[in-house]
């Protein structure tokens, strides 16, 4: 996919949401507990539920993982299934990972190849031959980590330099543009640092962002899109917990249709009132 | 493990040794190749081969993870047969994860309670809840990167704040002190950059460091021990392709263990040089 592509499904949806599938088994529905494969049966109706809203989806390796090989079954059955029945979807490894030049080959082998993502989350510490082994896959992106949504980004993220004052997010931002370019990059800022967008498009005006942090980690949608939307929308925003266990019951797909639907409803007007659509 | 145990086993090996499981499946001897599980295979040749020179073992997930499901299954037998066969071996997983707080959890879980691995690898990037979580299991361990091996740790490792000069992986040692003690987190400092290493022991002068970058990345084994030491040793010195692939033929068990003995024997030295042993 490419930067284009990806605005036309954009714009065709109404849309730039991503849903999050932080699927833990704990956290779904208790009858699907006893089907073969929870995991991919929840993700299956989560999907089908949500795909007319959405045009990004983001499984966390993270809950696949934890379930040792049943989540790897699990996770290669829900790739496979966006790709045979919404072929238009973007699909993101939100996996962070990130090692020295011939372990991010393996790692970007792992994502692009075996599991045929389109986009792979890559977390910046380790510098640029960490990063660009993913870069050289035609048609997919990194998607580096630059300012958190979460506490913990302001340990180093905001750390300012000794002679420019650049805060390292910035930096990160900065110097990553000598590695690739907005086809194949994205950034990773919060939606809970809002304050920080306008800077942060002013370093990297076209690239897309990805943004976690709105819904169940307190960021505005509304502001998001004011201060970080760009003439090709130039947003992913992600939300999992206030779309997937939006119910734990038997309605769960049925209430994640309506969340999914209704922070399409609110994207829609942004992208109307940036004239978009 | 806690921190005395690893010292008696270092001291009883005279050994700080940690071979790298990073096992490729096209660098592996051709003949291997045709077995069921050829990764697995290899590894128990050289787990046998190495493991009375040896003190750890870490697998890097990215060469597991790059065969997919295949490779999951291998690393599980691998860990497995390590735990049954050398019960005194201190298990690393490098996997360099580090996310947001109840997603790091799911990662703890997977290395700590699905795979039973000592310790593992962790991204500093997004600051303590992303740390934390790792850090709640009585007897395991976070490795927290603070200077890496590669080029690329010039990138951002280096960058010195505003007002106190403090470079970024000076900050990582510093601020981390708060999260844990030696009992549950070391540190990743690489042996190309052996310069810094009496700054790290001022900061963090008890804590074990995993040491890569001796062998093919050019690091000095006697510099390292010179500067990293500390009374309880404090070092695991890491090498992967040195030994792991000192040939590929019919005889790369016989190579590795003797490459293994070699730098055995040059830690034995070390260590009673240090008055340890």
Redesign the interface.
């Known amino acids: 996919m490419n930067n284009q592509q990806l605005f036309e499904n954009i714009k065709k949806k109404g849309s730039f949401l991503c849903v999050g599938l932080?699927t833990?088994v704990n956290k779904i529905p208790a009858f699907l507990r006893d089907t073969t494969d929870p995991i991919f049966e929840f993700n299956k109706e989560i999907i089908d539920a949500t795909a007319s809203y959405t045009v990004a989806y983001k499984p966390?390796l993270?809950?696949y993982?934890?379930?040792?090989?049943d989540g790897?079954?699990s996770l290669?059955k829900t790739t496979q299934y966006i790709r045979e029945n919404y072929p238009d979807i973007f699909l993101i490894a939100?996996a962070?990972?990130?090692?020295?030049?011939?372990?991010?080959s393996?790692?970007a082998?792992?994502f692009f190849?075996?599991?045929n993502f389109d986009a792979v989350t890559v977390?910046?510490?380790?510098?640029?031959?960490?990063?660009k082994p993913f870069l050289i896959y035609s048609g997919k992106y990194v998607i580096l980590?630059a300012l958190?949504?979460?506490?913990?980004?302001?340990?180093?993220?905001f750390?300012?330099?000794?002679t420019s004052?650049e805060k390292?997010f910035e930096?990160?931002l900065r110097?990553s543009q000598d590695w690739g370019n907005e086809q194949n990059m994205m950034y990773v800022i919060g939606a809970t640092k809002v304050e920080e967008l306008s800077g942060v498009r002013k370093i990297v005006p076209n690239h897309f962002l990805l943004v976690p942090g709105v819904g169940a980690q307190g960021g505005s949608l509304q502001d998001v899109a004011k201060y970080g939307m760009n003439e090709q929308c130039g947003l992913l925003v992600n939300s999992s917990r206030a779309i997937i266990y939006a119910s734990n019951s038997l309605d769960f797909a049925q209430k994640a249709c309506e969340s999914a639907k209704e922070t399409r409803d609110e994207m829609y007007g942004l992208l109307k009132l940036k004239g978009l659509i």
């Open positions: 932080d833990d966390n993270a809950f993982e934890s379930e040792g090989m790897w079954l290669e939100d962070k990972r990130g090692d020295i030049g011939n372990t991010s393996m790692y082998r792992a190849e075996k599991m977390a910046p510490y380790m510098g640029e031959d960490s990063v980590l958190t949504s979460n506490k913990g980004a302001f340990d180093f993220q750390t300012a330099e000794e004052g390292l930096k990160v110097i």
